[in-house]
C-alpha cells in the first residue's frame, strides 16, 4: 500500500508576495506609524494645553462681565 501525500494545513505556507507588493506593503506600515505618531503628538500636545490652560483660569478669579456702555445722545442736534 503506498502512502498518501499529507496536504499541509491552511495558513502554514503564506504566499510570498511580488516585489512590487512588498514595496507597497512596507511603504504603507511605515506611512502609517508616521501618520500614528504624529496624531498622538497632537494628541499628547493638546492634553498638555488643555491642562495649562485649566490650571491658568483656576489661578485667576473669573472676573464679572462688564456692562455694556450706554450710548450718549448728542448736545443740540434735535432730528425731528
Do not use: C, W, Y
Not at 505556507?13 to 511605515?30: C, H, I, L, Q, Y
Not at 489661578?59 to 434735535?78: I, S, T, W
Request: net charge positive; proline share 9%; charged share 40%.
Amino acid at each position: 500500500m503506498k502512502a498518501m501525500k499529507r496536504i499541509p494545513e491552511p495558513g502554514l505556507f503564506k504566499p510570498n508576495p511580488s516585489r512590487t507588493e512588498a514595496k507597497g506593503d512596507m511603504t504603507s506600515r511605515v506611512a502609517r506609524q508616521i501618520v500614528d505618531l504624529e496624531a498622538a503628538a497632537r494628541i499628547a500636545k493638546t492634553e498638555r494645553l488643555r491642562a495649562a490652560r485649566l490650571a491658568q483660569e483656576a489661578e485667576v478669579p473669573a472676573a464679572a462681565p462688564k456692562k455694556p456702555a450706554r450710548k450718549r445722545q448728542a448736545k443740540g442736534l434735535d432730528r425731528r
